[in-house]
Nanobody
Framework: QVQLVESGGGLVQAGNSLRLSCAASGRSFNSATMGWFRQTPGKEREFVAGITRGGRRTLYADSVKGRFTVSSDNAKNTVYLQMNYLRPEDTAVYYC????????????????????WGKGTLVIVSS
């Protein structure tokens, strides 16, 4: 079992930055896939960024590529999402998920690859 807690959300002006954290407990995620997804009312939860095998591989949605960076601190069992040049369309609840199955490594962008989620942290970007 893995328990996830997101933090770092808040209200910022467009163009500014935030760093989200996802702290995991219960087991190490060195062999797991960690993903960041976001969701707004009336929309499906969408992939933002993923990191696998303790940071060996990263993947980003086209909408955030070049602006967001995902990283991990394996000793702390924590994954981060550095969000720069934020835009109003980045406004959402951001969720951290963990994928324990082998297919999560191959398909970190898929909701089906994740087994557990945190409660989310809200990011609001004002124009």
């Amino acid at each position: 079992q893995v328990q996830l807690v997101e933090s770092g959300g808040g209200l910022v002006q467009a163009g500014n930055s935030l760093r989200l954290s996802c702290a995991a407990s219960g087991r190490s995620f060195n062999s797991a896939t960690m993903g960041w997804f976001r969701q707004t009312p009336g929309k499906e939860r969408e992939f933002v960024a993923g990191i696998t095998r303790g940071g060996r591989r990263t993947l980003y949605a086209d909408s955030v590529k070049g602006r967001f960076t995902v990283s991990s601190d394996n000793a702390k069992n924590t994954v981060y999402l550095q969000m720069n040049y934020l835009r109003p369309e980045d406004t959402a609840v951001y969720y951290c998920g963990v994928g324990l199955r082998s297919d999560s490594y191959a398909y970190p962008f898929s909701l089906a690859s994740y087994d557990s989620w945190g409660k989310g942290t809200l990011v609001i970007v004002s124009s």
